[in-house]
C-alpha cells in the first residue's frame, strides 16, 4: 500500500513524525488484541481454573505473536520513514494530516480496548484466585473428612477385632461346655447306678432294711438274755473239753471268756444252713471252730446244739447267764 502525500506545516509534520513509529506498534498492538479479544470469551460453566490456565496459554501466545508482529510493523514504519514511503516530498513521510489524526483516534480506540482487556484480564486473575481459594478451603476440608472417616474406618477395624476375638473365646467357651457336658452325662449314668444300688439297699425290701430287721431283733433277744444274765449269771471255771449250750429249744444263754480259750461248737456247718453265735461285742457272728475273743459277750441263741468248748488245757473261767447246759468229757 502506497501512502498519498499531503502538504502541510513543518511544526505538525514533525509532531505526527515523531509519535508515528510508537503510535503505529501501540496501534496495531491494541488492534490485534482486541480482534484476540473478541476471540476469548470466557466459560463460567466450565471449571475456572481448567477454563483460565487454558485462556491463559492461549493469551499468552497470541501476545508471543502480537509481540512479533509488532516487532516487525516498527521495523517497516521505521523503513518508511527513512524512505519517505517511496514518493518523496518534504520531509518524506508520506502521510496527511487528516490520516494521523484519524490514525491516533484509531490508536486512542484500541488502547481504550487494551485497557479494558487488561481489566478483564485482572477480573480473570482475581476470579482464578479466589476459586484456588476455595478449591483449597473445600480440598483442606475434604481431606478433614477423609481424615475423620479414616479415624472411623480404623475404629470399626478394632472393633471388628474385638468381635472376633470374643466369637473366638465363645467358640472355645462352646467346646469346653461340650465337653463338660459329656462329663455330666457320663456322672449322671453313674449317679443313676448308685441311686439305683443305694434303693436297692434301703428299699422296702433292700438288704440294709433286712440287716435293720435283724439287729432289732437281736437287740429284743439280747435284752432278755440280758435280763436272765442279770438274775441268773454266775462264774464257772470249765475244764478242757468241757461244752456249754443254751438248754431247751427256746432257751438262751450268754457266755463272757475271762481267762483261757475257748471254741464255738455249730451243728451247722452246710454253707446253705450255716449257722453260729454271735459275737455282740463285735457286731459278727462266730461259725464252728472259731476261736472267741477274751471279754466279748456271747450269745448262744437257742438250744439247738450251738455253744462254745474250752480248748485251753488248764480249762478256763467264764461268765455265763440264762439258761445253760454244761457237758464235761
Avoid: W
Avoid at 481454573?49 to 487454558?54: E, F, G, K, M, N
Avoid at 467357651?173 to 448308685?194: A, G, P, R, W
Amino acid at each position: 500500500m502506497k501512502l498519498k502525500r499531503v502538504k502541510t506545516n513543518k511544526g505538525a509534520r514533525a509532531r505526527v513524525a515523531a509519535a508515528m513509529p510508537a503510535a503505529i506498534a501501540l496501534a496495531l498492538a491494541l488492534a490485534f488484541s482486541m480482534s484476540v479479544y473478541g476471540t476469548v470469551i470466557y466459560d463460567s460453566s466450565k471449571d475456572p481454573v481448567v477454563a483460565y490456565s487454558a485462556m491463559e496459554q492461549y493469551v499468552g501466545d497470541q501476545l508471543d505473536e502480537i509481540r512479533g508482529q509488532i516487532n516487525s510493523l516498527t521495523s517497516r514504519v521505521e523503513l518508511v520513514e527513512l524512505t519517505g514511503g517511496g514518493g518523496g516530498g518534504e520531509g518524506g513521510s508520506g502521510i496527511s494530516l487528516a490520516g494521523a489524526e484519524q490514525l491516533l483516534s484509531r490508536l486512542s480506540a484500541l488502547e481504550a480496548g487494551y485497557t479494558e482487556l487488561a481489566a478483564e484480564n485482572a477480573s480473570l486473575r482475581s476470579q482464578l484466585d479466589s476459586t484456588r481459594s476455595e478449591l483449597t478451603a473445600l480440598i483442606s476440608g475434604l481431606e478433614g473428612d477423609v481424615a475423620s472417616i479414616q479415624t472411623e474406618l480404623t475404629s470399626i477395624s478394632d472393633s471388628i477385632d474385638s468381635l472376633r476375638n470374643q466369637l473366638t473365646t465363645l467358640k472355645s467357651d462352646v467346646t469346653t461346655l461340650s465337653k463338660n457336658f459329656s462329663q455330666i452325662s457320663s456322672l449322671s449314668t453313674k449317679l443313676e447306678t448308685v441311686t439305683y444300688k443305694v434303693n436297692a439297699l434301703t428299699g422296702t425290701n433292700g438288704d440294709v432294711t433286712k440287716l435293720k430287721e435283724s439287729v432289732a431283733e437281736l437287740t429284743e433277744r439280747l435284752g432278755q438274755v440280758a435280763e436272765e444274765a442279770g438274775r441268773l449269771f454266775v462264774p464257772v471255771h470249765l475244764p478242757y473239753g468241757a461244752v456249754v449250750t443254751a438248754e431247751g429249744e427256746d432257751g438262751s444263754a450268754l457266755v463272757i471268756l475271762r481267762a483261757g480259750s475257748a471254741e464255738v461248737v455249730s451243728p451247722f456247718t452246710d454253707p446253705v444252713t450255716r449257722q453260729g453265735l454271735n459275737d455282740l461285742s463285735a457286731g459278727v457272728e462266730l461259725y464252728n471252730g472259731e476261736r472267741l475273743t477274751l471279754y466279748h459277750d456271747l450269745l448262744i441263741p437257742r438250744g439247738d446244739g450251738r455253744g462254745i468248748r474250752i480248748t485251753s488245757v488248764d480249762g478256763a473261767y467264764v461268765m455265763i447267764g440264762g439258761r445253760f447246759t454244761i457237758a464235761e468229757p
